[in-house]
């Protein structure tokens, strides 16, 4: 089974600018979360898509948007891009829901790194 | 709000050397606890959980116990290896939307 793969690897932009990140699922999984991780910190829930619906959001502004496509596979958009959302940006995929079982737990991927200058 | 709180790392110990690493939890009801381990390179792993109290999860050698009396949920192994160098990560789910993720702790294991 293909795991989770995100796109770009790593991406700098300019601030005020706009960027869209890539997220394909691990194969059969139907849930994606994304995360922010700040330099030293742990990461950051921003938002969860079930079977293209918005599950869940955490703390961070409406400029920070996503999609999830009919094939699982979703998309993390920022706009007018501050200093500090420089971050690895880290999806996650499960099988019907937050992915807190062994069963189905959270598979994550290696992360888009995303410098603001 | 839900959090996590992690001892600071980094934390260098030699092979074969007892590991502990700390972690408190607050939260309202009674939270899902995990550690997530992410080796060098590598995504983020679940590595164990535990879902009520007194459960102890475990996985590749390592061990935490989930103690509602304490709101802890430590990282142990009885002997680690290189391998184990990695950046651990304990963290909670309260509720079907999210998980809450502490800082990380930086783990150096020396040969």
């Known amino acids: 089974e293909t795991g989770v793969t995100q796109s770009p690897t790593h991406l700098i932009k300019t601030r005020g600018q706009q960027v869209t990140l890539r997220c394909s699922s691990q194969?059969?999984?139907?849930?994606v979360s994304w995360y922010q991780q700040a330099l030293g910190q742990g990461p950051q829930f921003i938002f969860q898509?079930?079977?293209?619906?918005?599950?869940g959001r955490g703390n961070f502004p409406p400029r920070f948007s996503g999609l999830q496509f009919p094939n699982y596979s979703s998309e993390l958009n920022v706009n007018a891009l501050e200093l500090d959302d420089s971050a690895l940006y880290l999806c996650?995929?499960?099988?019907?829901?937050?992915?807190?079982?062994?069963?189905?737990?959270?598979?994550f991927g290696n992360g888009t790194r995303l410098t603001v200058t | 709000g839900d959090s996590v709180t992690q001892m600071e790392g980094p934390v260098t110990l030699s092979e074969e050397a007892f590991l502990t690493i700390n972690c408190t939890y607050t939260?309202?009801?009674?939270?899902?606890l995990f550690w997530y381990v992410q080796y060098p390179g590598e995504g983020l792993q679940l590595l164990l959980k535990?879902?009520?109290?007194?459960d102890k999860g475990s996985n590749k050698g390592f061990e935490a116990t989930y103690r509602k009396e304490t709101t802890s949920f430590h990282l142990e192994k009885g002997s680690v290896q290189v391998s184990d160098s990695a950046v651990y990560f304990c963290?909670?789910?309260?509720?079907?939307?999210?998980?809450?993720f502490g800082k990380g702790t930086r783990l150096h294991i020396l040969p």
């Open positions: 996650a995929s499960s099988l019907d829901g937050v992915g807190t079982s062994y069963n189905s737990p959270l598979h």
């Open positions: 194969s059969g999984h139907n849930t």
């Open positions: 898509y079930y079977r293209e619906e918005e599950n």
């Open positions: 939260a309202t009801g009674y939270p899902s």
């Open positions: 535990a879902t009520k109290a007194d």
């Open positions: 963290a909670l789910s309260a509720r079907d939307d999210k998980i809450i």
